[in-house]
């Protein structure tokens, strides 16, 4: 008797392993999205990021003075880094008027007799304008100002100096003894498509598995299959996973090609080795399973299932913290994200990718989504033993 | 008008038994606005992480301290006291910046020679990178005038005079339509379209594959009502639905989430008119044309990260290929996201923002044509053809039994 079920359990598995195959092979449309969206994605954010880095900001100059001394100024500001002098205009309205149409983002006013009062010691202001609304400009045009600021500071500091007596030497040891040297690290080139590309693709990734893992049961329900399903008397352990072993392996295949264009054509960074990023992706690829199955089991049909699998996955990239950081979200909310596993994800890729922080850090990434997925694979058996998605279809 | 309102009672009739579907539409809009805006709350990142490795452990060193200690911008963290301890802190984002002073810091500047200290930040995240980096150069340019003060001090000039010589050219930095340079102010107003824009769409494109999968389309198409009536029927209660989330979510992000909304709003109120027609009229047409319910659905819910990342929103449309910036401008969304920012931050008038509004009036005129011309479609779809064949079937097993 016990070798019976012995041998009949693996058939059963198998079968249901089969049919899973089939299932989202007939699902045209799961289909597509499971092999081209990500793909597509990952093309579409590469085209967008290009460009990798912000280089040449959009800058006018107003010169009011018209001197040697104006004219050796805004040279200087068409030399400085990251600023791309675009047009020079006549008057403030002018410069407010590209401003306001976006046409140039950071505005000089270099003021009359600028080179007069330069000249003879005076005090002078040069006023920077910055267009704001968007920050990625923003921040960027205001770093090249302070370094523009201080430059300029400093050589005026310094003619000035001269100008009252002291040695050229002394004057430059007033300005120029000390020097912050910047070193960023995990990505020296501030380089966007970096940051972004793959884990934008990842995160369109992790919507197409949602998407199907949500058919883990919902897709079921509303077939005749289900009927036969329940009627096997199959456990719920094997139900799952036979269905989630083929999910995951049909995620698998999506991810792969993903990170094989990003780390070995693209040249992203990964500082932890191919293995130990796969095998997390798998590791977050179970919890999203099993996220999709717990929401599959507790939706009445399969379009119920996608729209409340994907009013998680949604918002869970902004809510990751791997943009605008935890750190810097309330307290309360700061908490509440850990749930999600792609917060766990997005926050341990970019670990894996950049820092590779050591098996004794990341191991509690592994672990969390582990939980996760056990969490959920045991409410997605609770739902389907108290609901009864057979005796609806039944009555239907 | 009459049959029209029937439709439209139908159809609300339709939004409330799905549960989902009345949680999405009512629901979820604020929930997202919610979520979304209390992500972005503080706008600015304060008290960074950072770790100061003092070798020197000279009076020039305690004023570099000094100076990062002293801020809302960086907290430092005492335990980082030793590079290799930076190094894992780093690694493990306990610290996001890092100051290392060398042991002969103070002696070089004593000895008149260039004298460097390491400014180190983690740029994994470069919303960290870039705004360790303008904090990092606005407190070093404080300490360069500190210490270009003292000095000139020691060199025998007075205090006024110092002042003087230092102040001879300041670049004074103006910002403008974000002063505070506040996150939220530039991510959160694209990322409530974005919900308007997802939400209504989800919605209104329901309404015809839910009718061809219940076998009811045929009663629309078989009946005397012209396609016109039976778009707006079936259009309007999304279209006043997804109007009335757009200002809820404006008034409530304005209210409680800080989302800073100037200009006219006559003009804001107008830009959401059209928009919203847009993603009626879009959600109508698409729904006609569509399969089935889940196709949509699942197609639909994908779009919203691609339209956003390639709308020129966030990442300059100045440096996005003109290819890949003309189609995205095919789409509503990149044109409203632009309109809103230029009103609601810059406070532009109608003339202005004249192209925009054309864009979206054309898009909306061709929505409309489209959506209108398909309201009763005769060519139908695989799935739609074996439905009616059943519908006839089902016909002529009637006749026969009344026969």
Redesign the interface.
Known sequence: MEVGVMKIMPRQYLAIMRHEVLMLWHDTGLRHIMLWASLLGLCLFLLVYRSQAITAIPTAVLDLDHSSTSRQLVDQIANTENLNLVASVNSFDDLKFLIKAGRVIAGVVIPENYGRDLSLGRQTRILAIIDASNMIYATNASSTFLTVSRTISAQAGISTLVANGVQFNDAQDAYQTVDFQEEPWFNPALNYAYFLVLALALNIWQQCCTLAACMTVAGETGRDSWLQIRATGISRWSFFSGKALVQLVAFFLMALPIFLLSFLVLKSPLQCGFPVILLFTMTFALALQSLGAMMSSLARNPVDASRLGMIIALPSFVLSGYTWPIEAMPHWLQSLVWVLPQTWFFQGFNYLAFKNPGWGFISRYFLALLIIAGICYGVAAIAISLGNHGARRVES | MRQIWAIASYEVLHIFKDR?LTL?VFF?PIL?AL??G?????GI??NI?LGIVDLDHSS?SREVADIFTNNQYFQVIPRVATYPELQAA????AVRAGIVIPADFEK??SE????????????????????I??Y???L??Q??MT??AA??SG?GFAGKNIN????????????????S?N?CN??FAG?LLMIIH?IGL?GVS?TVTREKERHCWLHYLSSALPAWKIFIGKGLPYFLVTFFNYSLLLWFSTAFLNLKIEGSLGLILLLGLLFDLIITTAGFAISAYA?????V???L??L???IF??SGF???A????PL?NGLVRLLPYPWMADGF??VT??S?GAR?IAPILIALAIMAILWVALAVSCAKRRQPTNIYRSQLATGFRRVGHRLTVIG
């Open positions: 989902i999405m979820v997202y979520l979304f209390t992500v972005y709350a503080s990142l304060t992480p020039l780093m690694k493990t984002g070089r500047v008149h020679q260039l004298s460097k200290a390491l400014l180190i930040y983690d740029s994994s995240n470069l919303i960290w990178g870039y705004n980096r303008r990092a150069r606005t070093t340019n300490f360069y210490h270009a000095y000139l060199l003087n010589i230092l102040d001879t050219v300041s670049l004074n930095m103006e910002i403008w339509y974000n002063p340079l996150y530039f991510l990322l997802q989800m329901l399969q089935s319910s889940l196709t659905t699942r197609f819910l994908l919203s990260v691609p990342l390639s966030t990442w300059p100045a440096y996005i290929p890949l920012r230029l931050m810059k532009l202005e």
